[in-house]
């Protein structure tokens, strides 16, 4: 399956039913969630700790780099999707409010080429 062909739906029931069938719910509260979030998230940036910025642009023509780093990815994104299913956050919903905001927060004609002004 693909990016193009999945929807968020789609991978939110297959965290939940791999929950269901190990009878985790009650060990996935939010605060666990979150906590597991964040530890994998340290995990994907040891990859990049210690190394320069093209080096870290290299690790995508790198196989094995880039197959540790999508692992580390994969493992971010199944919580997030867990911590959203848990709470009932809408990940869709909130990531277009999000973009609305930073278009407002940051115009691109005064943040164009700029990391802060």
């Known amino acids: 399956m693909s990016d193009a062909k999945t929807t968020i739906q789609e991978l939110i029931d297959c965290v939940a039913a791999f929950e269901a069938a190990r009878d985790w719910r009650e060990f996935h509260s939010p ?4 906590i597991g979030l964040a530890v994998e998230t340290g995990e994907l ?3 990049f700790q210690w ?5 870290s642009w290299a690790a995508a023509d790198d196989p094995e780099q880039r ?7 994969a493992d971010v ?3 997030l999707l867990n911590l959203a299913e848990v709470m009932g956050i ?3 919903e909130a990531f277009y409010e999000k973009m609305k905001a930073n278009e407002i927060k940051y115009p691109a ?9």
């Open 31 to 34: 605060k666990n969630l979150a």
């Open 45 to 47: 940036l040891e990859h």
């Open 51 to 55: 190394i320069s910025e093209d080096e």
């Open 67 to 73: 197959r540790r780093v999508r692992e580390e990815a």
């Open 77 to 79: 994104f199944c919580y």
């Open 90 to 92: 809408d990940l869709s």
């Open 109 to 117: 004609d005064q943040y164009r080429g700029k990391y802060k002004l």
